[in-house]
């Protein structure tokens, strides 16, 4: 038996039709070199349709992709409105690829048009002759872009051409509405495609209470850029709920950032650790104004606890972990404290990875295949399931990133009873050792606080009686003299006895990759080459 | 080019699966004769399980109906948890349907079992002769249910005989979860089928922030019956949520019901306005603490504004007016008042009709079947699309109920540029007075406000010139003495001149229907038969 409800399809086109038709006097406020500018959703709607119409008019038909090469900004913003609407699909660009990267990814998703923003003109000119398939570049600004030939496109002169009121096509909800390459740490990137439907649905699922609870009567600044995994959906989001959108553009440094705050007032935001801790030093400094804030979104890495404390402590504002994946929409958990958190373990809860959230499934996997308990302490690679999590990549189905209908998260950790999870370490990192699991991170973590260490990196290496074993890379304090049986001494009874490693290395410092993560492939090459000066103290336990 | 996320069914069973494993600890409180009883949503979720293989051993199997006949207790959410999972269909019957309609639905659903409150097997065993398909009765507590005959069996005795960890089905998510009848004014009674997916998502939709905003740190108690409409869909919203359920069982008269709120402090509660008269009524001679209520939502019919204002201003509680239809499951729209509302026009906001809920599309219809523009004024039909708008009815498609794929609702208003909605009339009674209308409604509360008039009706009658033009029937207060051209002019001024009706009739009475609204069928058919005298006064005007 069937229900008798409407076939109404979830899509993109629906959320900017509520947003436009309920929320036109919301506003999108974008930051300039100097001040800012502001236009309501109605503006940028009408907007939208004249872009819909030039892109049209330059052969963007169904399906085809257009690339976009932005900030955050009022124009991106009328590009993720306008290009799935109209059956198109939106592909942000990531403006840190490296060129071979970024050349690869135009090519692989095939865009035909790129839409691309004056001051990053010279960083896109440098892939220029890689492109095989972009046909034009519209240039956002009228600064120079001489560097992409002389057919280049200005984006206002565009919409000026054009007349509001575009034709918007009926589409099916498992369409293509946009796409995201995650750039792993090996092989090619791979390009996750948003559907009409997961693009409603987990910006649905976002607006809800238990996530962000955002309302007409909220400000959102999104400081991660919307070509990452489209700023965590919020644009999406805000337009949806009537959401103000505050607009970083490229002044992404903390004195701007904290200027727009001071003037315009967020009350949430969202972002990376690291800018965070740039404005809580900026704003030691500077006089800062940032009490509007009534939730900070926290997510990309760990969130250290400490910053979490520090903004609650001097500037009133609540920082609260997220946890997600491109692959996921991203939205995967949110740190909200369950109900009867005493005051005192707030921040601790806050500083976790997160509370499921609702619309996403999860499941711990150990290393023999076996699902693990949510006991908050057993754990295993996360897998998850749900209607905005991917299925495959485009045209590179990387069978290896799922399992039995779950996408395998490559993170590995614990659940606890209320559906609260603690990644304790990512899947490749793990060093499976006698058949259990031990999680390099919480090694690493442990030794540092040790006071003659600066940095730990601990790998697996093999071993013929327990299949592997950590091997613990240290770098020492300048001037401190520290031995390996005395941190081998400093970590009993801090961690459990199968952990201790009974292998040292002392290093000059840990190798780094771009964005600055320990590069472990690096220390298992070394240690493959015989290039580490092993020191061995004391013998593997048996787990307990 | 499709998206390449994972086909993941939108189902009660996803639903019921976060619930149970997020918020296993969140509670179930059910107000009984003598106290109150609760249990963990872990315990309902394993009661559900042996509920399901009950049924199962019953014969129940895919897509067959499970008609409910309860008030709002665990027992019923067991329900409402366990049909749709395990793929059947849960029919809530409305206990205060007529008897002949009664009979009626049940043998349109096909009904096969239905689970029955020891409490209501009285009115149900009435229609035993005329019941056609059920096989089994299964009755909730212990009370005597010999009026059902031999064969009924004990719900509580089912469920111990089973086991717990039921292998739910994987559904399709345009199956059938759940029904529901509308009784129409005409014709028989009409089932709106749910499917998965338009439960889930409105279920999704109303735990957004700009909604019902529901969070675990939430308890909710829904007074309106989980047998109109879902309970507004709460149930299904609470689960997801983990907010705790508190229901009111069958004690619904304000000393049990204030009671409850000051023993178990919901934060929001769900009720037609008629209940939350009689709250405030009660609390002026019993000592009520309501002041947990952070949210109270109102429908069901149109919610005075003085009731608003009283518990703001006795109580500090807010009420919010929320609208929607049974064929709708059932939310449209809520009465949040917009962004920058000053506090002189809060209780106003929180009087109207409401804001188009996200998820939601609307248009308004004219008499020539024009879309009416949103300014606020202008009026037309109100016509509704979304995923949980319904398409038809079970096996009565009334296509007169449809236009182009929206539902019609029968209510008639405007809708303000920010999607503010205002009903003014039921389509029915509007009066097609030479190409425009006329509120009927807005006509009958002018004329209540004089002084003499106790209660007065608006019919439309025909008219050669006019088509339609309004019929004013006036009931006098007793010992009142005023004539129509005094009541002319009384409205003169207050309402547009050609809405100024030239037909008079006094009466003793306005004949109402079995719930206590205005009758106007009754009155049409006095006039048509000759049977109302007629008094005119005037002439109808040209429309300015």
């Known amino acids: 038996m069937l229900g008798t409800m409407q076939e109404y399809p979830l899509t993109v086109s629906s959320l900017f039709r509520h947003g436009r038709q309920v929320y036109g006097a919301s506003r999108v406020v974008t930051l300039e ?10 503006e940028v709607a009408e907007r939208a349709e004249r872009l819909a119409a030039a892109l049209r008019q330059l052969g963007i038909g169904p399906g085809d992709r257009v690339g976009t090469f932005c900030w955050n900004t009022q124009e991106h913003l009328e590009a993720y409105l306008a290009v799935p609407s109209m059956g198109a699909v939106l592909h942000t660009l990531n403006i840190r690829l490296f060129p071979e990267q970024l050349a690869y990814v135009i090519n692989h998703a095939e865009d035909k048009v790129v839409l691309v923003e004056d001051s990053l003109v010279p960083l896109l000119a440098k892939v220029l002759p890689e492109l095989r398939t972009v046909r034009r570049f519209v240039v956002i600004g009228s600064g120079n872009a001489s560097a992409l030939g002389k057919e280049v496109l200005r984006y206002d002169e565009l919409l000026a051409a054009q007349q509001p009121g575009f034709d918007w096509p009926e589409l099916d909800e ?3 509405a946009a796409m995201c390459y995650t750039s792993g740490t090996t092989g090619n990137p791979k390009g996750v495609v948003y559907s009409h439907r997961s693009t409603w649905l987990h910006s649905f699922g976002i607006t809800s209470a238990a996530i962000f609870g955002i ?4 400000r959102l600044l999104p400081i991660v850029p919307m070509f990452h995994a489209n700023a965590w959906g919020t644009p999406y989001a805000c337009w949806l709920a009537g959401t103000d959108l505050l607009m970083p553009g490229r002044f992404l440094q903390p004195d701007p950032l904290c200027r727009f705050i001071s003037q315009e007032k967020p009350t949430v935001s969202a972002a990376v ?5 740039a404005v809580l030093n900026y704003a030691e400094k500077n006089p800062v104004q940032l009490s509007s804030l009534r939730l900070v979104i926290c997510g990309g890495s760990a969130v250290p606890q400490s910053l979490i404390e520090a903004f609650q402590v001097r500037h009133n504002v609540r920082i609260v972990q997220a946890w997600g994946m491109t692959e996921m929409s991203p939205l995967g958990s949110i740190a909200h404290p369950p109900r ?3 005051a005192s373990e707030d921040v601790t809860f806050r500083a976790k990875t997160g509370r499921i959230a609702p619309g996403v499934e999860m499941r711990l996997i150990d290393g023999a295949g076996k699902v693990v308990p949510w006991d908050g302490e057993s754990v295993g690679e996360i897998e998850v399931k749900g209607p905005w ?4 990549y485009a ?8 399992h039995d209908g779950w996408l395998r998260t490559g993170d590995v950790g614990s659940i606890d009873s209320r559906g609260f999870m603690q990644i304790t370490d990512r899947a ?22 040790h006071p003659s260490v600066l940095e730990a990196a601990v790998i697996a290496v093999p071993d013929d009686r327990w299949v592997e074993r950590p091997l613990a890379c240290v770098v020492k304090k300048p001037g401190a003299v520290v031995e390996a049986h005395a941190l081998r001494d400093f970590l009993e009874g801090r961690v459990a006895k199968f952990w201790l490693p009974e292998r040292w290395a002392f290093i000059p410092e840990v190798p780094k990759t771009s964005v600055g993560k320990f590069d472990k492939k690096v220390l298992r090459a070394r240690y493959a080459d015989g290039k580490l000066e092993v020191l061995v103290v004391g013998a593997a336990q048996w787990p307990a």
């Open 33 to 42: 070199e100097k001040g800012t500018r502001s236009k309501t959703f109605a």
């Open 174 to 176: 498992r369409q293509a």
């Open 215 to 218: 309302t007409e009567r909220d």
């Open 273 to 277: 650790p690291t800018v965070w801790t």
């Open 340 to 342: 009867d958190t005493p």
């Open 389 to 392: 999590v991917c299925a495959s």
């Open 395 to 402: 045209n590179d189905p990387a069978p290896e990133k799922f």
């Open 428 to 449: 490749k990192d793990v060093i499976k050792s006698g058949g259990e699991w031990i999680s390099s991170v919480e090694l690493e973590n442990t030794l540092m606080a």
